[in-house]
């Protein structure tokens, strides 16, 4: 079975906490936090703490300190709970469909403890559209400034997502750029968890054969990045690479940022202007980052293994 990438790409290690972790850090919380972290609560509107908080600052995960929200994404939603439009990092937060309560919510958690976070809803506003509803009692805010959250220190890595046809070529080509620490095939973008090569290739989960790039900003820029990826593949072509087709082999970025989503936009934009592709129209999908899915070993370093190359 697959298992999922564990570094975040701003750098935070989303791995699980241990029970130990967990029980230590419930000691600590009052009733209402343990209810509402634990066991899925919701907090009565307009009674949270962290409501009418204007500074700037980053609310983190009361439980593991990982940072998920600023300041700069917050607003005033009317609903009565602490509300923001984009996380500071998408992987930051964990996405579970919610049929409690006889109604089909998104309900979001942490991405490291799994602590209950609220539910996210399509009515908020730009860039997202999207509107995160978080519990006062799920959340520590630390100002601007204050070193609060030292259990999620970030490495200074960072990640990208990249998808281009049969991952062993893809994977093997971003391993060969300065500055890039590894990269490693997966499944992104579907509906399944950890879900199998096999099941990949069928067509039914809706995953993409991705790339996981692990990178310095300091030697190789995301930009980089995105040049090398539309100069090592056909970006015209709709859920196919050369004889590989299907959805799987479908050409996206997987954006982890606004800032990353506007350079791809930017760098399309340009290639299209320029006539790339033939003047074909590029059909890559820039869409928010989802989960990846690290492949079986198998596909790990495939050409490394067993010698070729894929083409472009």
């Known amino acids: 079975m697959a298992r999922r990438s564990v570094l975040s790409p701003l750098g935070y290690d989303l791995s699980p906490i241990t029970e130990d972790q967990r029980e230590r850090a419930t000691r600590a919380m009052t009733p209402e936090q343990v209810r509402v972290t634990q066991n899925s609560g919701t907090e009565a509107p307009f009674c949270g703490g962290l409501l009418d908080q204007k500074r700037s600052g980053v609310y983190g995960c009361l439980v593991c300190g990982l940072p998920l929200f600023s300041d700069e994404s917050k607003f005033d939603s009317g609903t009565g709970w602490p509300s923001f439009h984009s996380p500071c990092d998408p992987s930051h937060v964990k996405r579970i469909s919610d049929g409690s309560h006889g109604m089909e919510r998104v309900e979001i958690q942490c991405a490291r403890c799994e602590a209950h976070l609220g539910h996210v809803f399509p009515d908020g506003p730009p860039p997202s559209g999207e509107r995160h509803c978080l519990n006062s009692a799920s959340l520590r805010f630390v100002p601007a400034g204050e070193d609060g959250l030292p259990s999620a220190a970030p490495t200074g890595f960072r990640r990208a997502f990249f998808a281009a046809g049969c991952f062993w070529g893809v994977e093997h080509r971003f391993q060969q750029i300065p500055g890039v620490l590894d990269a490693a095939s997966g499944y992104q973008g579907g509906m399944v968890e950890s879900p199998t090569y096999q099941q990949v290739g ?98 790990q370093n495939y050409h490394e293994k067993h010698g070729g190359t894929c083409g472009v």
Request: charged share 25%; net charge negative; aromatic share 10%.
């Open 202 to 299: 069928s067509g039914t989960t809706g995953h993409a054969e991705s790339v996981e790039v692990i990178y310095d900003p300091a030697r190789v820029t995301f930009r980089a990045l995105l040049d090398h990826f539309f100069d090592n593949h056909d970006a015209s072509e709709r859920d196919r690479q050369g004889p590989d087709s299907g959805t799987q082999y479908r050409s996206a970025v997987f954006y982890m940022s606004q800032d990353e989503r506007l350079e791809t936009l930017s760098k399309i934009a340009e290639l299209e202007d320029l006539g790339a592709f033939g003047g074909r129209p590029i059909v890559t999908q820039v869409v928010p980052a989802q989960s990846l899915w690290i492949a079986e070993e198998d596909h």
